[in-house]
Nanobody
Framework: VQLQASGGGLVQAGGSLRLSCAAS????????WAWFRQAPGKEREFVAA????????YYADSVKGRFTTSRDNAKNTVYLQMNSLKPEDTAVYLC????????????????WGQGTLVTVSS
């Protein structure tokens, strides 16, 4: 089971990026997906999550209204659309999954992607 995150890059403040997280090796239609980020010297931080069952979404207050997560079960892929990016959004973004439920705690996720770097310049 592998998760592959992609879509990171360098963008100016106010710009947009869309991250993708593709799963392989297993059907992920019954999994809960999440996005975390980790800036240098900081702890891993919850960003967003989406439920497999009804598509309910959850967001950290710091990204609410700017970021949107969605899923395509047929493609085993989850997306994170990031708009109005700020320099403080700069971090490595990681996708994760579990079958227990949405949680903001990294240790409760069983599967992790390798991360993709997002750099927002001021």
């Amino acid at each position: 089971v592998q998760l592959q995150a992609s879509g990171g890059g360098l963008v100016q403040a106010g710009g947009s990026l869309r991250l993708s997280c593709a799963a392989s090796g297993r059907t992920f239609s019954r999994y809960y997906w999440a996005w975390f980020r980790q800036a240098p010297g900081k702890e891993r931080e919850f960003v967003a999550a989406i439920s497999w069952s009804d598509g309910s979404t959850y967001y950290a207050d710091s990204v609410k209204g700017r970021f949107t997560t969605s899923r395509d079960n047929a493609k085993n892929t989850v997306y994170l659309q990031m708009n109005s990016l700020k320099p403080e959004d700069t971090a490595v973004y990681l996708c994760a999954a579990n079958r227990r439920g949405v949680t903001t705690t990294p240790m409760n996720y069983d599967y992790w992607g390798q991360g993709t770097l997002v750099t927002v310049s001021s």
